[in-house]
């Protein structure tokens, strides 16, 4: 039987849509779960951003094996902005590193974001999601710096939610 | 004076001609030692989980002292703090209190009741430690690379010079058991190494900053335990000659060599030369290193320090080491994964045995186990860490049988010599005109696997000097087996290759064994049916000559026959040379120039290709209901029973031998 190129690519299609809006959804189910447990004197703020660190420390032990500083700085710097940004595309959204003006600076470009759509589902304020944005990136960064004995800091200059049209984070060593 | 401790006269052995260099005596520190060989400490998980030494790993330590003919031969590296942040394996020997002298003397007394030199090893095993525990201790807390290892807290100064006592007071109860030679392992990301390393080591102490701070605790450790063993006592210390670290910031060459003048200086009697870390990126001891690869760093260690110098690292035959010796680029051959495969390696090569030397193929499954918390074990010695199992030593047949063995690979080789030894008349009969069977076009696949060859060698000849016939050319059939009548038949005959449906007429469709052997015409763009090692070895084959390789298999991974220790060779190798993999897939449409892949969840899509390699394999069922019929005693080995890796055909082969 032929293979119809068009009927396979659009299941494939489908289902990766699917399993991405599930990454968000599935993210704020467990707010739901971990707003109930905690009661009414924990903030939904201070939930959020908790999640968010304890997951970036996770994902940054990921980044540890695949980053390389032999390559040298400039290369080091484009290969994190890229795997930063990649998490991105791996949850839907559309994003980019870019290299800054300034050397040892990139920047990471985010223009279409699926964690804002599914924070309306559940009733997230819009400032949330920034926040926890930020804060998961920068946690990622700790291992990072200390694996490699480096700097780096990470720091959100627009944001989606924010009604900035796009998010644009600048990764940066700091001296 | 130096001081003897056993005497040996080497002279009249075809090994000590042949191999002058490797048989004559060094002096190391204040003890004289009769050869330059050494039993490097080697974990093998064989104690028991409270540090106390097992019957078991006294009879694994006894064979290898056997091999030694009196050079050195080393327990496994013990571990010394009660907290268990320094036991990096689960069967580690402890020596953090007196109650482990009495295990320690066992293991003293068995390597000098076979008249060799007997050394102990500190070993804190750091960054790559803890593991019974939920985090381990180090200069400084840098993340772990590899998750599989546990999270690392800095030590304070206080606990630094507890640990510097630890070692210390462990060299006392070393002493107090018996042992001659006293060594502190500082290699591969174990605790002395972390705190030579800048990589690990960000403290701002006296032990952290420069290279001297840096080796700070190291030089103590040296001082203090030479303080408690003596002039007597040589204390040794094992280091990175390279930590191949670069890409983490590691130490350069140039301080590594400056450690060793710092331990010469600091009063080891001897280095002992490693190269890169756990951690490490690139490989070091797998068989896609040539032998003798990293010989010219035990030659710049020894431009660098006066004292001894000892190497192992893929030097599998005397003739690298010994002329190694006489060029005065190393002092003593150590040898560690050689004398897991073969405990006797080199007596043997002493009783110019070296045609029966069983060699290790470097496949790494001894470290894979040990870092999976199993007991030893070998590849190809299946009496590895059984040495103390009566049931695994061959004993005379109770009832001398005839046997008929049909396939002359590794498996049914095997079995051959060890049932011939036990005293049964033995058969062998193989289709082919030589020894080998598959692996004898396995063996052909890229990047060192000609090594594996060295098992039927060691094989062939067994069979040969235990009296087994072998008829080649005959290929075994029911009528064969009709008119011979053999009390017992031993189904060896290798995996049988499914057929894709409707390619049985097709030229295009081959099988592997017939690509390795350049029987097969193959294309250009070529895909290979089956993602377990034979699929891998012949893609990386078919890749080497240029052509575009594409697997695709039914395995969720590509190689999940391969140990893991070695696997990442494999995929890099396969990336490096473009070959594609579609895992979790099988073929579903055979067409003109291409195949349909069908995935695990139904999705299809055709992949371009003029040849179809079937490496997938099945279990062989032929003459199995003929044996039946006849009511002969039957066993099916190797790849004839499940098809699986040249281990399980040495391991099946080793068994059923022992049980007719």
Known sequence: ?175 | MAKVLFEWDYSSYPGAKAYPNLFKPIQMGNLMVPNRIKYAATEDNLNDHNGFITDADVAYMRSRAEGVVGGLCFMQGVYMDEAGKGQGYVGQAACWDDKYVEGLKRIADAIHGEKAIAGFQLMDCGRVGAVEVESGHGPSTVPQRLRIFKPMYEMTNAEVKEMVQQHVDAAKRGVEAGFDVMEISGIVGYLISNFVSSYTNRRTDEYGGDIRGRCQAMVEIIQGVKEVCGPDIPVGIRLCSEELLNDVKGNTPEESMETYKIAEEAGADYISCTLGWQESIFPVISRDIPQGNWLYLAKRAKENVKIPIQMAYRLFTPDKPDKAVADGGLDIWEICRSMIADPLMPKKVLEGREDEIRHCVACNLCLARLFRDAPMTCYINPRCAHEHDENFTPKPAEEEKEIMIVGAGPAGMECAYVAAQRGHEVHVYDKRGEVGGTLLDASRAPYGDEELMTCVNYQKTMCEKAGVQFHFNNEVTDELIADEMPDTVVLATGPVYPVIEDSEDRDDVVNVLDVLSGKAQVGETVVVWGNRKPGIGVALFLAKQGKKVTIVGKEKSAGFDINPSFKWRYMIYLKQNGVMAYNDCDIEELNDGEIIVKTYDGYRFPVKCDTVVVSEREANESLKKIVQAEGIELFVIGDALVPRNLSSAVHDGYRIGLRI
């Not at chain 1, 399993?19 to 707010?31: G, M, N, P, V």
């Not at chain 1, 939904?44 to 996770?58: F, N, S, T, V, Y």
């Not at chain 1, 994003?95 to 759509?117: L, S």
């Not at chain 1, 990136?137 to 796009?166: C, H, S, W, Y």
């Open chain 1, 1 to 175: 039987m032929p293979v119809n190129a068009e009927k396979e690519i659009t299941k494939l299609w489908r289902n990766l849509h699917n399993a991405q809006s599930e990454i968000c959804k599935t993210f704020y189910r467990w707010r739901e779960v971990a707003i109930e447990v905690a009661g009414p004197d924990v903030k939904p703020l201070d939930i959020a951003l908790k999640a968010a660190e304890m997951m970036g420390k996770d994902m940054g032990k990921n980044f540890l094996p695949r980053l390389n500083w032999l390559k040298g700085e400039e290369t080091f710097m484009m290969n994190l902005g890229r795997a930063l940004a990649g998490i991105w595309v791996t949850e839907g959204g559309t994003a980019m590193a870019e290299k800054g003006e300034n050397p040892g600076e990139i920047f990471i470009r985010c223009t279409r974001c699926p964690w804002p759509t599914a924070a309306k589902e559940f009733g997230v304020p819009m400032e949330e999601v920034a926040l926890t944005r930020e804060r998961l990136f920068q946690t990622i960064l700790e291992d990072v710096n200390v694996f490699f004995n480096i700097n780096l800091k990470i720091e959100m200059l627009k944001a989606i939610p924010r009604g900035e049209g796009e998010y644009l984070l600048k990764l940066y060593k700091e001296e």
